[in-house]
């Protein structure tokens, strides 16, 4: 079992920046595939990002590609996102998981096993 805990939601204006951080507690972190998503007010629970166990590989949607990087920090049992060039239309709660199944970068929420509770981004026009 590991326990999720997001942090650093808040609101900006358009074109600010975030960096979103979820700590991992529990068994060996640095073994998960971590990643993020996000869910909108009636909208389902959209894929943003994935980092694979080591590091060396990302993979980011295409909504955020260029905006938003993921990173981790074994040492820390940490993983991040850095959100940059913020729009309205990232307004959402973001969460974190964790995948100790596929051994790659997954996207689907069914391939991830622990969840966050999730932190609230508002971005303001």
């Known amino acids: 079992q590991v326990q999720l805990v997001e942090s650093g939601g808040g609101l900006v204006q358009a074109g600010g920046s975030l960096r979103l951080s979820c700590a991992a507690s529990?068994?060996?972190?640095?073994?998960?595939?971590m990643g993020w998503f996000r869910q909108a007010p009636g909208k389902e629970r959209d894929f943003v990002a994935a980092?694979?166990?080591?590091?060396?590989?990302?993979y980011h949607a295409d909504s955020v590609k260029g905006r938003f990087t993921i990173s981790r920090d074994n040492a820390k049992n940490t993983v991040y996102l850095q959100m940059n060039s913020l729009k309205p239309e990232d307004t959402a709660v973001y969460y974190c998981?964790?995948?100790?199944?596929?051994?790659?970068?997954?996207?689907?929420?069914?391939?991830?096993?622990?969840w966050g509770q999730g932190t609230q981004v508002t971005v303001s026009s």
């Open positions: 980092i694979s166990w080591s590091g060396g590989a990302t």
């Open positions: 998981a964790a995948d100790e199944r596929t051994n790659r970068l997954a996207v689907r929420r069914d391939e991830y096993d622990y």
């Open positions: 529990g068994r060996a972190f640095s073994r998960y595939t």
